[in-house]
């Protein structure tokens, strides 16, 4: 079993910065992948970053956060980070995190992802 729990969001002028975070709880061998997705009203799914949690810890980006967020995750492995600076109101979101145990372990597509999390909601105004 394996949970995954977000927090961190909240409201942001334009133009300002969030950092999210995911806290993975697992009873089971260790992902190979976690990524961040975000899902506005009226939208689908959309994948804005993920990182292979083991080597070589390649990340990546929606061209849409190229150079304004970044991911990352801590030491053990267990936590999930995503920085978003020059926040803009089309980034306003619901924004969930997954976490994958299979191959690719990384990129956009929902099917690479096992686990969801229930989200944590991003307003930018």
């Known amino acids: 079993h394996v949970q995954l729990v977000e927090s961190g969001g909240g409201s942001v002028q334009t133009g300002g910065s969030l950092k999210l975070s995911c806290a993975a709880f697992?009873?089971?061998?260790?992902?190979?992948?976690m990524g961040w997705y975000r899902q506005a009203p009226g939208k689908e799914r959309e994948g804005d970053a993920s990182?292979?949690?083991?080597?070589?810890?390649?990340?990546d980006y929606a061209d849409s956060v190229k150079g304004r967020f970044t991911i990352s995750q801590d030491n053990a492995g267990n936590t999930l980070y995503l920085q978003m600076n020059s926040l803009q109101p089309e980034d306003t979101a619901v924004y969930l995190c997954?976490?994958?145990?299979?191959?690719?372990?990384?990129?956009?597509?929902?099917?690479?992802?096992?686990?969801w999390g229930q989200g944590t909601q991003v307003t930018v105004s």
């Open positions: 697992s009873d089971i061998f260790s992902n190979c992948g």
């Open positions: 990182i292979r949690t083991g080597y070589p810890y390649t990340s």
């Open positions: 997954a976490a994958s145990f299979q191959l690719p372990c990384l990129g956009s597509d929902e099917r690479a992802y096992d686990y």
